[in-house]
């Protein structure tokens, strides 16, 4: 089993930056990739951007350029540096973990970009 703890997220203006951060505890050494996805009201859950143990990442074609996500393998965490946000950019945001063949969530939490 993997736990994986989101914090971060709020309330940001548009043009501003955030840091969301996933701290995985439980069996991490079954960890090969992890991943931010988002889902905003009334769509689909969508790809932010992955990273596997080896550091390769891939974005979205939305996110690139403005977002990046980095691991701490040390802290057994996951960053994802938001910046530029757009109002498009507002959702809840998730963070995954593939272990073997199981995928593990995370809570979500709330980016809104607003004035």
């Given at each position: 089993q993997v736990q994986l703890v989101v914090s971060?997220?709020?309330?940001?203006?548009?043009?501003?930056?955030?840091r969301l951060s996933c701290a995985a505890s439980g069996s991490i050494f079954r960890i090969y990739a992890m991943g931010w996805y988002r889902q905003a009201p009334g769509k689909e859950r969508?790809?932010?951007?992955?990273?596997?143990n080896?550091?390769?990442?891939?974005?979205?074609d939305s996110t690139k350029g403005?977002?990046?996500?980095?691991?701490?393998?040390?802290?057994n965490t996951v960053y994802l540096q938001?910046?530029?946000?757009?109002s498009?950019?507002?959702?809840?945001?998730y963070c995954n973990a593939k272990a073997g063949a199981t995928t593990y969530w995370g809570q979500g939490t709330?980016?809104?970009?607003?004035?």
């Open positions: 971060g997220g709020g309330l940001v203006q548009p043009g501003g930056s955030l969508e790809l932010v951007a992955t990273i596997t080896d550091g390769s990442s891939n974005y979205a403005r977002f990046t996500i980095s691991r701490d393998n040390a802290k938001a910046n530029s946000l757009k498009e950019d507002t959702a809840v945001y709330q980016v809104t970009v607003s004035s």
